[in-house]
């Protein structure tokens, strides 16, 4: 029986990804809301369509097959008993202070015809005017009158690499960094749990939603079946990586080593794969700012359990050890210049989706950056990213493989 799941690289021939049209969630972004909601700024949603439609197309052409969250999600609500359980969760997660609030949140989403307008109905979010005859009658109503919404939308969606992420055959269902973003991974628990592509279908967890700790897809890189990537950031605690490790070797997946990248607790840097990522059997993007004061730790299954090594060496000596390589090329972003790296890092310079061996798929916006990608060999695919950028986070973030080949 062919597995739903197969990503034992971050090169492999793309053949099926998971993405999420941005949809209601970014109109219901405001400035007065935007550090709560992990935004820099508004994007104009339907700008932001047509480049994320454009993304979609790049690999269409390619023959990727594109699956969409927002489907999957709606197509996984089964029957009633599975839809109405995933409404009460859905509340009960939203923290909602008003129980009439709550009351009046349930009658709106069960009002909705179709299982897809729900679905974008709990991504979108919702404002206390939608609800349904609401009066402010308790005190938490009437002091808590000023916040407009009564659910928090949810406009880093379109960034699916993060709330879950697939290694091998199994996947991470992410504790995620910030309080807003946890209620993204409700979808993916409902989608490998129910849905026809995966129910049943043997996909492993390597991680848990409902672990106290935090990690997320963005800081996951698989270098090959037998070495996993994962960054200590702003965004993932070092104690969920040992988690991760120690199941991911129990469980006897192919993995042997995992090295653990130090790259500091930045807003500007949030996840591995916006510093790193691997574009080629030996060539790998980088942002010049954290080659000084990278430390990698190398993490095996020793007989006595986890052993951890502080890796003392040159990055590029570091991965020629893990992938037995002779030599590796590091593209750094922005040629090395730290005001190009700088500028073009924080537009996702760095953060390329590898669709096969030497190929990306990239934003136009990052010229320099492009142009190294080029001179070293790479084919670039180029897309449009002016609005989608504003939510810090370039193609790879967009998308989360479910199959790619072995190499």
């Not at 949810?154 to 709330?163: E, H, K």
């Not at 080029?374 to 950028?389: F, H, Q, R, T």
Request: glycine share 6%.
């Amino acid at each position: 029986m062919s597995r739903p799941i197969n990503v034992y690289s971050e090169i492999g021939k793309l053949k099926s990804v998971l993405v999420h049209r941005p949809g209601g969630e970014l109109e219901n972004l405001m400035p007065d809301y935007l550090e709560r909601l992990l935004f820099d700024d508004i994007p104009y949603l339907e700008k932001a369509q047509e480049e994320h439609d454009q993304f979609v197309e790049i690999l269409e052409s390619k023959g990727i097959e594109v699956l969409y969250l927002e489907n999957l999600a709606a197509e996984s609500l089964l029957n009633d008993k599975i839809k109405m359980d995933f409404i009460d969760q859905y509340l009960d997660e939203a923290n909602i202070k008003s129980k009439t609030a709550k009351v009046k949140a349930k009658e709106l989403l069960l009002s909705l015809p179709t299982n897809k307008e729900l679905i974008d109905k709990t991504m979108a979010g919702m404002q206390k005017v939608e609800l349904p005859q609401f009066e402010k009658s308790s005190l938490t109503d009437m002091v808590e009158s000023e916040y407009p919404f009564v659910i928090d939308p949810m406009p880093n969606l379109y960034f699916t690499r993060d709330p879950f992420a697939t290694i091998g055959h199994g996947i991470s269902l992410n504790r995620m960094f910030a309080e807003t973003r946890n209620r993204e991974t409700i979808y993916a628990q409902y989608i490998f749990e129910f849905h026809p592509r995966f129910a049943g279908k043997d996909v492993p967890k390597v991680y848990n939603r409902d672990e106290s700790t935090r990690i997320e897809g963005g800081d996951e890189l698989i270098l090959s079946k037998d070495v996993l990537a994962i960054g200590i950031s702003q965004r993932t605690d070092a104690a969920s990586i040992e988690k991760m490790a120690k199941t991911i070797f129990d469980q006897g997946m192919s993995f042997k080593h995992i090295l653990a990248f130090d790259i500091g607790e930045y807003r500007k840097f949030m996840h591995l794969d916006t510093v790193f990522t691997m574009v080629d059997y030996d060539k790998f993007t980088i942002h010049p700012e954290i080659e000084g004061d990278l430390v990698v730790y190398s993490i095996t299954n020793g007989s006595n359990g986890l052993e951890i090594l502080r890796e003392e060496d040159t990055l590029e000596n570091i991965l020629c050890k893990y992938l037995h390589l002779d030599k590796v090329h590091l593209i750094r972003c922005g040629g090395g210049n730290l005001t190009a790296a700088a500028r073009e890092q924080w537009n996702d310079g760095s953060n390329t989706l590898t669709i096969a061996p030497g190929e990306v798929v990239v934003y136009d916006r990052n010229p320099i950056t492009n142009k190294l990608l080029e001179e070293a060999g790479i084919k670039l695919n180029s897309m449009p990213g002016s609005e989608l950028v504003r939510g810090r986070g370039g193609p790879r973030c967009m998308s989360m493989p479910l199959e790619r080949e072995d190499i």
